[in-house]
């Protein structure tokens, strides 16, 4: 069986990677330089920056992702490093708060300094922790729970406490969405708490990782697939740099919307499932600046105000803290302009958010050593509109069940983190789904 992969990001080496271990030999195209995508790192002036991962919960031992590291065997070319004290701290109007690496340590943080909340606190976390397991098993994610965070929350009066409680949306990039998927707030919120976890090297140790890994996968770089084709059988075929090549099964790991611009030929049936994922909702994109810090950053540093913006130390460079500032953005204020006004409306939009994060907190000099912007996101994704995770997992867009592995086109299938879930966890849990639909071969 000849399977086609596209997309040279996390979620189709991961694919590459699985699919190698059920005995099939696929082929991955990727229309950069380079594999990656936005989880690879990269260098400037000598120093080492992360584009897209940071950190990530879920990798303590006995957690989802560890667990599926460690049977992929990736775990042994990666090593992970734990946070001393806190790994989020929150500016949340006049207030700090410390996020300790310790679901239960967070519970007691918060009842001592909301006393009136105590029993709510108590019954929101329980709750949390009863849909927290995260399992690729078909009978788990077949089961949708349509509860919005919002539901689970009403309890919860004070305004203060409720900010911070949503500060775990901003995971899957919806930042104060009282809407979100309440299933996988809970998943994030316990996992990130007691597993939280940075990986040495950044996502760029990752993608080295996964390409070690794989012995049996062709992988064709500068290679963008411009069209799919199908018969009354399904996809047969791709079309790469005007060549027609054939396959028995295509994996898409580009957004679902840009994939199926790939069809010329779709019949009414899929034209209404198309339909049905335009009319998805994206996730918020974001500007980032990558930059030199001369101050020593433990954690991650959230700021919550009239805007959001957030300071991620990677590592440190000759006694500076690699970081990432990350500020919301808009992809429509992006997409029209001419090179010129691009690169102006970048450098101001760069300085905003400089003059921003300087007035919020005193981090001595900041060397500017890169940025981007939502278009940069989009080129690197092939995605839609720029957005940081895709699809956005609300409840009410998990309930309608609509991006799933498997399309309404036969021997179509879709992974990466505009199914299932966003994220790392997003990435490995739709490889794993996808994998119940390929034999094992004997």
């Known amino acids: 069986m000849k399977i086609a992969i596209i997309g040279g990001g996390l979620s189709g080496l991961l694919c ?14 990727e229309r ?6 936005v989880l690879d790192s990269f260098k400037r002036k000598k120093v080492l920056f992360d584009i897209g991962f940071h950190y990530s919960g879920a990798l303590e031992k006995g957690q989802y992702l560890y667990n599926s590291m460690q049977g992929l065997e990736l775990l042994e070319k990666l090593k992970l490093e734990k946070y001393d004290g806190a790994f989020d701290t929150l500016y949340i109007d006049d207030e700090i708060f410390e996020v300790p690496l310790s679901s239960l340590e967070f519970k007691k943080q918060l009842q001592a300094r909301f006393p009136k909340e105590s029993e709510n606190i108590e019954i ?7 849909v927290s397991e995260i399992s690729s098993k078909p009978e788990q994610f077949v089961k949708v729970d349509s509860r919005s965070l919002k539901d689970v929350m009403k309890d919860i009066k004070d305004e203060k406490l409720r900010k911070v409680f949503l500060h775990f949306t901003i995971f899957y990039a919806t930042a104060f969405y009282e809407d979100a998927s309440f299933d996988f707030y809970a998943k994030i919120f316990i996992n990130m708490l007691d597993g939280t976890r940075k990986i040495e090297g950044g996502g ?4 080295s990782a996964l390409k070690e890994s794989l012995s049996k996968t062709t992988i064709k770089k ?6 799919i084709f199908q018969d009354k059988n399904g996809v047969n075929a791709l079309l790469c740099k005007d060549e027609k090549v054939a396959y028995d099964a295509i994996i898409s790991t580009v957004h679902p919307k840009t994939t199926l611009k790939m069809f010329d030929d779709l019949d009414k049936k899929q034209r209404r499932y198309q339909s049905h994922i335009e009319d998805l909702e994206e996730s918020p994109s ?11 950053i433990e954690s991650n540093l959230y700021f919550y105000g009239d805007e959001f913006i957030s300071v991620l130390p990677s590592r440190i460079y000759k006694g500076k803290t690699v970081a990432t500032i990350l500020a919301g953005s808009y992809y429509s204020e992006y997409e029209n302009l001419s090179e010129d006004e691009y690169k102006k409306k970048k450098e101001q939009e760069c300085q905003h958010h400089l003059n921003r994060v300087r007035k919020l907190y005193d981090f001595g000099e ?6 981007s912007t939502p278009l940069t996101k989009q080129h690197y994704s092939n995605g839609s509109e720029g957005s940081i995770y895709g699809v956005l997992c609300s409840a009410k867009q998990k309930s309608l069940s609509v991006v799933m592995p498997r399309t309404r086109v036969k021997n ?6 505009n199914i299932i879930a966003p994220g790392l966890i997003g990435a490995f849990l739709g490889a794993e789904i996808l994998m119940n639909y390929f034999e094992e071969k004997k």
């Open 16 to 29: 590459a990677l699985m699919l190698e271990r059920r005995g099939y030999s696929p082929t991955i195209y």
């Open 412 to 417: 179509l299938y879709f992974a990466g983190e």
């Open 222 to 227: 500068r290679s963008e697939v411009t069209k």
């Open 124 to 130: 929101f976390f329980h709750k949390c922790y009863e």
């Open 286 to 296: 974001f500007f980032s600046i990558f930059c030199l810090i001369d101050a020593q």
């Open 204 to 207: 760029g140790a990752i993608i």
């Open 32 to 37: 950069l330089s380079k594999l990656g995508g």
């Open 366 to 371: 900041i060397e500017v050593i890169d940025s």
